[in-house]
């Protein structure tokens, strides 16, 4: 059973770091794409950051290019998302998904997602 568990959001000011973790269990680690979303009341899911694990290749959107990175650690199953210089346009819901044959940024093609952690970014 495919299980995703996200972790490490809370409240930071502008110009800070957190550090989200996505804990997964129930699939083969490396042979999954992973993605990580984010989600304000009334707006569509974003695609933050994506990584094809079986290369390591990596993808952001154009507004946290540079601040964000994504990585993986196949000892753990697990796969991080570290976010610095923050901005308030950055609150939202994240959310991270699995696929085992998509990596790229839009949501829909996801089967696996996790129950979400909250990230607010505010003074």
């Known amino acids: 059973q495919v299980q995703l568990v996200e972790s490490g959001g809370g409240l930071v000011q502008p110009g800070g770091s957190l550090r989200l973790s996505c804990a997964t269990s129930g699939f083969r680690f490396d042979y999954y794409g992973i993605g990580w979303f984010r989600q304000v009341p009334g707006k569509k899911r974003e695609g933050v950051s994506s990584?094809?694990?079986?290369?390591?290749?990596?993808y952001y959107t154009d507004s946290v290019k540079g601040r964000f990175s994504i990585s993986g650690d196949t000892a753990k199953n697990t796969v991080y998302l570290q976010m610095n210089s923050l901005k308030p346009e950055d609150t939202g819901v994240y959310y991270c998904?699995?696929?085992?044959?998509?990596?790229?940024?839009?949501?829909?093609?996801?089967?696996?997602w996790g129950q979400g952690t909250q990230v607010t970014v505010s003074s």
């Open positions: 990584i094809n694990l079986s290369d390591g290749a990596t």
């Open positions: 998904a699995a696929d085992p044959e998509y990596y790229g940024l839009g949501f829909e093609p996801y089967d696996y």
